[in-house]
């Protein structure tokens, strides 16, 4: 438990400081943004080096597409400050270079543009009408889609298990608002092979059907929360984003969509951080009762 607790916290350290809650706004200018719909525009920046990965994976280039898993020796290049970490990252990276070399092409998916198209038909629909926008008011709140894609290897079998993430910030004025990303994997870890042969044709089912979920599921939660409940709180173990290993992990219960449970993980200095969407079998989740 320790050694992946040092990896999440060490290999995303910056992230605390990228997504610290800033001061809310005045009750009155809060009242004035919310009766207007939230505008929504997509980041081309992708996922931040600094912010949302842990270091030593691997971007499949000209993409939105990370591959992680297969990292080691985080522990290590501690001991050595800095440049000892930068150093196992690049040793890190390369592993992950190897392992998808010949199959680049066929892990590519434009999670960007598929995010813009379900989106657009959704907002468009009664459901989410009144909630959203695609054009900026000059008085609203602005909502700002980063989505990317994190393929992560599973030490053991080396098998693959895809997800989505989304991150967002609704900003209203000066507000910059409060960093919230949205975890999905759905189904089972796969070899590569089978994920990457007819041109990657099962990858991209896998990932279009989890986004349709993350988007639903993210359109909820900020046009009107899931309750965030501090006595919900649960403890989850197996795999998590971006870690090759099962782990045992803290986090709250947000209740459910569909089949699947919503669990929040908290604390910005961690990379899988956020609402996490899981199938049932997905986790093994134990409430913690509280001592009286």
Known sequence: MKRFVMFAMVMSTPAAMAQTVAPQAPASATAAASSAPTAIVFSEKGASGMSDLPMGVHRIPDSDVVVSGYQGGGGIGMLFGVVGTLVQSSINAGTGTKKVSNVEDDLRFDVRAKSIEMVNTLIAGDKFRSAYTLTPQPDGSTMTVTPYVVLTFVKKTDDLRPYVVLKTKVATGKDSGKTIKYFCCEG?????????????????????????????????????????????????????????????????????????????????????SGVNIVEPDGLEITPIVKKK
């Open 188 to 272: 089972k870890a796969l070899p590569l092979a089978s994920l990457t042969e007819n041109n990657g044709a099962l990858l991209k089912e896998v990932l279009a059907a989890e986004l349709d979920t993350a988007v639903n599921v993210m359109l909820l939660d900020r046009s009107q929360p899931f309750p965030r409940n501090d006595e919900a709180k649960v403890s989850t173990n197996g795999l998590l984003p971006f870690i090759g290993k099962p782990m045992k992990w803290g986090g709250f219960d947000l209740g459910g969509y569909k089949d699947k449970r919503l669990l929040e993980f908290r604390g910005g200095i961690f990379v899988f």
